[in-house]
């Protein structure tokens, strides 16, 4: 099965997957397709929306209000107030809401329920892990101690650039910003202007490999069963397997205008763009 464009009715606000349905929200609408980009279903879309996340048996929307959606239907079942720039995040089969405003994060652990926040001064990008949470601060991260334990850093923290945070100690990344992140099996990925960084998930040391040899600058990043998909406006779409690939494999097919978002869904990855009315799907990666 080839490659293939789908038409969408506006550029994609906001998309998601929960590995079977991709969910995309474009002119008003939300939007459901199959893996394969064949379409199953079109409800309206929440009002305000912005941020999409999914995770199996979940769909949660941030806008006007953090909503919980039928993960079959689209359609709404819950709703709790969210901060005009709340936004949603999924990662290790669980669901988070992170704002930038209030500099806070709270897992969403079932419908209409947000857990305890943790305090995130100075957030920029993020990424969860099941019920852990990491993130970045750029360029100078504030002194705090470590909101998962309330125990207090003992040295202070690592200054003059980007930092990653939420492992046992802070990691100072140099001079970047990090432009997308995700945890995919048992790595912190973070993209970069010109480079792929990586910092073990367990010990949060950061490690090397072969899939360095990514060329940046890295704008979005996904995973999928233990496999890493993302891309960039410079050299397009890659699917990276850090168990069995010695390096990135690039799909040599971009995204329509400027790329956007990136789903995987396996065994298709998603590429919509940010500025078209249009996906990339590769059935088959």
Known sequence: MDSRIIDLPEPAVAAATDGSTVWCAAGGRLLAFDRYGSPVGSVPAPRGLRSLAAVAGTLVAAGAALSWLDPGTGEPRESVPAGPGTVVLAGGGAVWAADRASQRAWPLPAAGVRGTPIETPGLDACAPDGDHLW????????????PHSGDPHPDPPPS????????????????????????????????AEDALLTVNAWSGVPIGGSWLQVRGPVTALACANGVLAGGGPAHGIFVLDPAKDEGPRYAGAGTPGTPGTILACPPAVWALSADRPAALVIPQF
């Open 160 to 191: 003059g650039g980007a930092v990653l945070w939420g492992g046992p100690e802070p990691v100072a990344l140099g001079p970047v910003r990090v432009g997308a992140m995700v945890v995919c099996a048992g790595v912190v990925w973070m993209g």
């Open 135 to 146: 993130w970045t601060t750029h360029p100078d991260p504030p002194s705090h101690g470590d």
